[in-house]
C-alpha cells in the first residue's frame, strides 16, 4: 500500500512563498509518477505539476514559472516551490501518485489511484 503524507501548507499574502513536501512509503519513486494536484471549494480538482519516473515535468498552465517540482528519492520526498503566490492558487493542496504512467503529462490531467490527506494552502492579504 502507498502512503502519501503532505506537509507544507499554510497561510502566506501574495507575492509569498511556500514549499510544500509529500513524504511516501516504500520505494515508488523509481517506478511511480508523482504530482501535486489541488482542489478549491466549487471548483474541479486541477493537476498543478507531475513529475515521472525519468524526471519529465508537466505544469498546469497557471502555474508555469511560478511553482516547480522536484523529487528527493533518497528521502522519500516530493516537493513544490510555490513562489509569487496569488490568491486564486487558495487550494487543498494533494501529493499522488500512479504506478507505470505514461507521461507526466497524462498523469497530470489524470484520476490518480494513490492519493495523501491533502495540506491546505491560503493566499490572501
Known amino acids: 500500500e502507498v502512503q502519501l503524507v503532505e506537509s507544507g501548507g499554510g497561510s502566506v499574502q501574495p507575492g509569498g512563498s511556500l514549499r510544500l513536501a509529500c513524504l511516501s512509503s516504500?520505494?515508488?519513486?523509481?517506478?511511480?509518477?508523482m504530482g501535486w494536484f489541488r482542489q478549491a471549494p466549487g471548483k474541479e480538482r486541477e493537476g498543478v505539476a507531475t513529475?515521472?519516473?525519468?524526471?519529465?515535468?508537466s505544469y498546469a498552465d497557471s502555474v508555469k514559472g511560478r511553482f516547480t517540482i522536484s523529487k528527493d528519492s533518497a528521502k522519500r520526498t516530493l516537493y513544490l516551490e510555490m513562489n509569487s503566490l496569488k490568491p486564486e492558487d487558495t487550494a487543498m493542496y494533494y501529493c499522488?501518485?500512479?504506478?507505470?504512467?505514461?507521461?507526466?503529462?497524462?498523469?497530470?490531467?489524470?484520476?490518480?489511484?494513490?492519493w495523501g490527506q491533502g495540506t491546505q494552502v491560503n493566499v490572501s492579504s
Open positions: 513529475i515521472d519516473v525519468y524526471g519529465v515535468t
Open positions: 499522488a501518485a500512479e504506478v507505470a504512467c505514461p507521461s507526466a503529462y497524462v498523469f497530470r490531467l489524470g484520476r490518480p489511484t494513490n
Open positions: 516504500g520505494h515508488i519513486h523509481g517506478s511511480y509518477c
